[in-house]
């Protein structure tokens, strides 16, 4: 009856290598943008599938240098990690608060962050600009064409996700030992850093690996408000990278593995929590 | 007193962030609906001209436009099918006993983190100058040539790429929920007699109902908006047969300098995604009911 479960060793051996050969065969594309970028012109264009005679890393060093990559991994770690710790701060004590003073003030504040989580990117682009650029002409804040303002616009986007994780999870947890804290005489402040944020961090993790993804490989946002070559990012430099070198695919190649290369080291570094992380952000 | 430093407390944890969200999304929400009323090139000496709904209007007579709201959806309706069908597969592989099944997750999921832009020139390279050698060696030019510069095959080629990105992040999902599925129903199922397939569709797949929610919601979202590999792979080509919305509107507003324009079509792309999200979760929110 139950046939279909029982494939014998054999038939399970196959099964395995069969699964294995498809999971090759599904990262096959990245490989041959790995082998291409080792070969000179001539090569390429000789057979785009053969593996390459030699290891030259000679297109390496000139893209390297051609995209700027250090400069753009720096800018880009930069970018990332501000925006990921002042989104943490400010969202899990926004979070926090809205659930511990619980009135409607705080519910429609907290309506406001999940619903304008519907708005899409183009639809705020183009005004956003506009105000940015009021802001600059106005107050003299040098929000455009920064890294600052590139930050502060990233720690508005990515608000509404923050908080509404934190949120779903402060409500989880009990407010007895805040209640035991506050009677010690420990201020607001005290109870959220000392007691309430370490409990946080399952959402911490979440907020953060979700946020890297995002923030790491965005391209639009700073593509409008970034426009000096010194303060690209890896996918703007990418970018304007490509535009120069579409016909000269084996540089072009070289500079691909260069930017898919930090993202392959930290999947690998933290791989357990990428995949939980991303699995608890979409569930909730 | 005490109510005065509750208040301080508050202001002090809650108004930070609702300052920076306010200037970056509540403010240019509103000014966006503002600017869609008026007409103006994006050069802030030159005129805004009040033109009511005229832009909405333009809209529905608009051929570009309408061309894009078409690749749209057919692209999303497809490109759902195939990350949804393609992860699912995935999930139950991966969740099975096979003993490749972690180093199995972890390549299929790879693609996810690299981000759209990459792997779109990534793919650019395959389907451009990979096809045109493999069909040159195989000798089956009617399938792999430059499918870049075919319309629907550069179309083809933009859900095979979305599939791609998307198919181990969907797993992920679905594996989430199959491994919530208690062990011992599984087992209780094959200790009657259930086989493979009674099994996948009368205890597994009501099961996940929760993920295939959740998953068709991901998948749609993301497809419909998709910008980054549209920009890298086809960049709308050939002649605007791969432009979809997110594409259409970024070049209304900054190539073609619509600005006014640009932001009704924005403003309309708004309200279909609210849309669609509001039927999909009032469709979810029943759902949980009856399965209770």
Known sequence: ?284 | MKKRTDKAWYALFVLPLVFIFTTVVIIPFIIGIGYSFFSWDGIGLNPKVFVGLDNYKQLFTDIRFMDSAKHTIIFTVVAIIFINVLGLTFALIVTSELKTRNIARTMLFMPYLIGGLILGYIWKFIFTDAFSKIGEITGWNKIFFNWLLNPNFALAALIIVATWQMAGYIMIIYITGIQGIPGDVIEAARVDGAGFFDTLFRIKFPLIMPSFTICLFMTLSNCFKIFDVNLSLTGGGPSQATEMFAMNIYNEIFSLNHYGYGQAKAILFFIVVGIVTLIQVSITKKREVTMQ
Request: charged residues 10%; hydrophobic residues 55%; proline residues 4%.
């Open chain 1, 1 to 284: 009856m139950s046939g279909s479960y029982k494939l014998g060793k054999l038939g399970k051996m196959a099964g395995e290598l069969l699964f294995l050969v498809i999971c090759v065969f599904y990262l096959y594309p990245v490989f041959i943008v790995l082998i291409n970028s080792f070969k000179n012109r001539a090569e390429l264009y000789e057979n785009v599938l053969a593996l390459p005679n030699e290891l030259n890393f000679k297109y390496y060093a000139e893209a390297m240098t051609k995209m700027n990559f250090t400069g753009a991994f720096i800018n880009s770690f930069l970018v990332t990690a501000i925006s990921i710790t002042v989104i943490v701060v400010l969202s899990s004590m926004t979070a926090w608060m809205l659930v511990r003073s619980d009135g409607r003030f705080s519910r429609i504040i907290f309506m406001v962050f999940v619903s304008t989580m519907l708005i899409p990117f183009q639809t705020l682009m183009m005004p956003l600009m506009q105000t940015m650029g009021w802001i600059r002409d106005n107050l003299h804040i040098p929000m455009l064409n920064t890294l600052g303002g590139l930050i502060y616009m990233n720690v508005g986007f990515g608000a509404s996700m923050a908080v509404f994780l934190y949120h779903g999870f402060v409500k989880s947890i009990p407010i007895s030992l805040e209640e035991a804290a506050t009677i010690d005489g420990c201020s607001k402040f005290g109870v959220f850093w000392k007691i309430v944020f370490p409990m946080l961090k399952p959402t911490t993790v979440t907020v953060m690996i979700l946020d890297v993804i995002w923030i790491w490989n965005d391209y639009l946002l700073p593509s409008l408000v970034v426009s000096s070559k010194a303060l690209r990012t890896i996918p703007l430099s990418t970018f304007s990278f490509f535009g120069q070198f579409t016909r000269q695919w084996n540089m072009a190649m070289a500079g691909l593995m260069l930017t898919i290369i930090p993202v392959i080291i930290f999947y690998l570094c933290a791989q357990k929590y990428i995949i939980k992380g991303v699995a608890a952000g979409a569930v909730k």
